[in-house]
């Protein structure tokens, strides 16, 4: 599939991964939305200024949306603005995550909540709000950066709360396949 051109949406793009997809796309011409919480340097460098910056260098054009992706009107409008920048959307790549690999015990129920919130809700409401512009497309995608799911006790093991998160994401990426199988939006 060529991306020249085509719309796709990265959550959690302005650093890590998220901005190594967003670089390697506008390579090949895509219109990059930015997203993230990070307008300005924190502790970690890179914001969504700065990474859509480096789209348009690299050839691709950029839209930065600063988005809070637990927040439903804030992922709203960055659909919004994404289909009244762009035109619609090809490619939602649900990116956006928050880790703590301790054991139970040692997470505190509002990190336990921010990885539920982010890694599991925001792959469901991001999704939710792309699906009618994904089948627009007429041949969107979904991609969410989670693992396969594997019920073996090392994966829960001392980080069961991030564990049980990603496989949320993961569970959503199966049902909405089998939700979306016979529209042209693939889930993976």
């Known amino acids: 599939m060529s991306l020249n051109g085509k719309n796709i949406i990265i959550t959690g793009s302005s650093r890590g991964i998220g ?16 997203t993230g919480k990070s307008a300005t340097e924190g502790k970690l460098p890179g914001t969504i200024f700065s990474v859509a910056e480096e789209v348009e260098a690299a050839g691709g054009k950029a839209l930065a949306i600063q988005v ?16 009244e920048t ?22 505190q129920p509002k990190r336990m909540d921010l990885m539920l919130d982010i890694n599991s809700r925001a ?5 939710h709000y792309c699906i009618p512009e994904l089948k627009k ?13 594997d019920m073996n006790p090392k994966w829960f093991g001392n ?7 990603k496989y949320g994401m993961s569970m959503a990426t199966i ?12 889930v993976n």
Do not use: W
Not at 87 to 105: F, K, M, R, S, Y
């Open 19 to 34: 901005r190594a997809m967003a670089l390697r796309f506008a390579k090949d011409g895509a219109n990059v939305v930015i």
């Open 68 to 83: 809070d992706v637990r927040e439903e009107e804030q992922v709203q409008n960055m659909v919004n603005k994404t289909v």
């Open 123 to 127: 792959t469901l409401l991001c999704s």
């Open 86 to 107: 762009f035109g619609g959307i090809d490619v939602l790549i649900n990116n956006a995550g928050a880790i703590q690999l301790t054991p139970l015990e040692q997470t």
């Open 137 to 149: 497309a007429g041949g969107g995608h979904i991609v969410s950066l989670s693992p396969p799911i």
């Open 159 to 165: 980080h069961v709360a991030y564990t049980i998160s």
């Open 175 to 186: 049902g909405l396949a089998e939700e979306l199988k016979e529209v042209p939006v693939s």
